[in-house]
């Protein structure tokens, strides 16, 4: 799995979502998970959890770390369980921090994460293109405006380093994925 941080800040806005949209915009092909800094506004039209459709939830935040994860040759289950994986990644490595910084909490319930067991800090979606899984998760950076009561990683949990941070989970993440295609390689069938 390829991993790369875009410097450049931009919105996401659900469109991101589709298959080879890396690829395209930022010649990365293959196995691969992006990040970026940018507000995030999904409308209706490209939410694709019907949960959120059905319940009129709002998907909103002034300024927030996405990651894009794009793996072909995936089900959908299997892509849950990535994105979930992926959430646990984060989860250990904001707890590393703030072990040092904060008497914060990190929870997650599913593949979402909470601050304290109330403060949203994260938006998460798995779903299939006709060639791939397609993931985004988002991490609150600042949370004032959001539409529910949320957590940011600077405004709550002091961490200014958004970068590093995010090459951080991105490496870790493509690192357990090179290992489990690994583990898949190396077993003997049992008959």
Not at 41 to 69: A, C, G, P, Q
Not at 110 to 135: A, E, N, R
Not at 147 to 160: F, H, K, M, N, R
């Amino acid at each position: 799995m390829k991993y790369q941080f875009i410097d450049e800040e931009f919105a996401y806005t659900g469109e991101e979502l589709s298959n080879h949209w890396i690829y395209k915009n930022f010649g990365i092909l293959g196995d691969t998970i992006i990040g970026f800094v940018g507000p995030c506004t999904v409308d209706k039209e490209h939410m694709v959890d019907l949960e959120d459709v059905l319940n009129d939830d709002h998907i909103y935040s002034t300024r927030m770390l996405n990651f894009i994860i794009e793996i072909f040759d995936l089900d959908l289950r299997s892509g849950v369980i990535l994105q979930r994986l992926f959430s646990a990644i984060i989860q250990g490595k904001l707890l590393d921090i703030l072990e040092k910084k904060s008497k914060a909490t990190i929870r997650r319930i599913g593949d979402d994460l909470f601050v304290d067991d109330q403060q949203k800090l994260s938006v998460s979606i798995c779903t299939v293109s006709p060639t791939s899984i397609l993931i985004h998760t988002g991490l609150n950076i600042e949370s004032t405006g959001t539409p529910v009561e949320a957590a940011g990683l600077s405004s709550e949990l002091g961490i200014q380093k958004i970068k590093p941070f995010a090459v951080s989970c991105m490496k870790t993440l493509a690192e357990e994925w090179e290992d489990i295609k690994l583990c898949c390689c190396k077993v003997k069938a049992v008959v």
